[in-house]
């Protein structure tokens, strides 16, 4: 595995190793040893959630203020534009965001440490993201940070208007952001 360090030391791509012949390809997509061995990164993963989105969905920015979620993610189809932002008040890095595009094709994953909000953007007609998550989801301790927070300035790589849920369309101000202290 080829780890690829970012500007927020934390938050790492991961590049698997692919094995490729007349037959097609061949990939481990994860394996808790070598992980560990190449990051550092012992978690035990609690849950699997795969969403599937069509081109211009922005889902997120989203966080639990209480058992915050760590994310390992991966595109299994399509192309998508991953965000995570430090909401951790402590870092030297609060308030920062990362955006990296993983796809099916360059079969990068993300890791998304716990204390970050998360995003994505559908780059592709159709997107299939599956992320492993270190804690459960929690309706009553999820947190939107709205996706176009002028003080983030996220640069989305936008082609049309968002498609946004309900609930990211009224996300609050990352300056009003329920965060760690």
Same mark, same amino acid.
């Given at each position: 595995?080829? $780890?690829?360090?970012?500007?927020?030391?934390? #938050?790492?791509?991961? =590049?698997?190793? $692919?094995?490729? /012949?007349?037959?097609?390809?061949?990939?481990?997509?994860?394996?808790?040893?070598?992980?560990?061995? *190449?990051?550092?990164?012992?978690?035990?993963? !609690? @849950? /699997?959630?795969?969403?599937?989105?069509?081109?211009? !969905? %922005?889902?997120?920015?989203?966080?639990?203020?209480?058992?915050?979620?760590? +994310?390992?993610?991966? #595109?299994?189809?399509?192309?998508?534009?991953?965000? *995570?932002?430090?909401?951790?008040?402590?870092?030297?890095?609060?308030? +920062?965001?990362?955006? #990296?595009? &993983?796809?099916?094709?360059?079969?990068?994953?993300?890791? $998304?440490?716990?204390?970050?909000?998360?995003?994505?953007?559908? &780059?592709?007609? !159709?997107? =299939? $993201?599956?992320? +492993?998550?270190? /804690?459960?989801?929690?309706?009553?301790?999820?947190?939107? %940070?709205?996706?176009?927070?002028? /003080?983030? *300035? %996220? @640069?989305?790589?936008? =082609?049309?208007?968002?498609?946004?849920? *309900?609930?990211?369309?009224?996300?609050?101000?990352?300056?009003?952001? =329920?965060?760690?202290?």
């Amino acid at each position: 595995m080829n $780890v690829l360090r970012t500007e927020i030391p934390e #938050v790492l791509i991961l =590049e698997p190793k $692919v094995f490729q /012949d007349e037959r097609g390809t061949f990939f481990e997509s994860y394996n808790r040893r070598v992980l560990e061995q *190449a990051t550092g990164i012992d978690y035990d993963y !609690v @849950q /699997d959630n795969l969403s599937r989105s069509v081109r211009n !969905v %922005i889902r997120g920015l989203h966080y639990q203020v209480v058992r915050p979620q760590g +994310k390992l993610i991966r #595109v299994l189809r399509g192309e998508v534009f991953d965000v *995570a932002v430090d909401i951790r008040r402590s870092s030297p890095t609060f308030g +920062k965001w990362l955006g #990296v595009r &993983l796809s099916e094709e360059n079969r990068r994953m993300a890791w $998304v440490p716990p204390g970050f909000a998360h995003g994505f953007l559908v &780059l592709s007609e !159709v997107a =299939e $993201v599956l992320y +492993k998550v270190t /804690d459960y989801w929690f309706a009553e301790h999820e947190r939107t %940070i709205v996706w176009n927070d002028p /003080d983030l *300035a %996220i @640069q989305w790589p936008l =082609e049309a208007r968002p498609v946004l849920s *309900a609930r990211d369309a009224v996300g609050v101000r990352f300056a009003q952001a =329920e965060t760690e202290p």
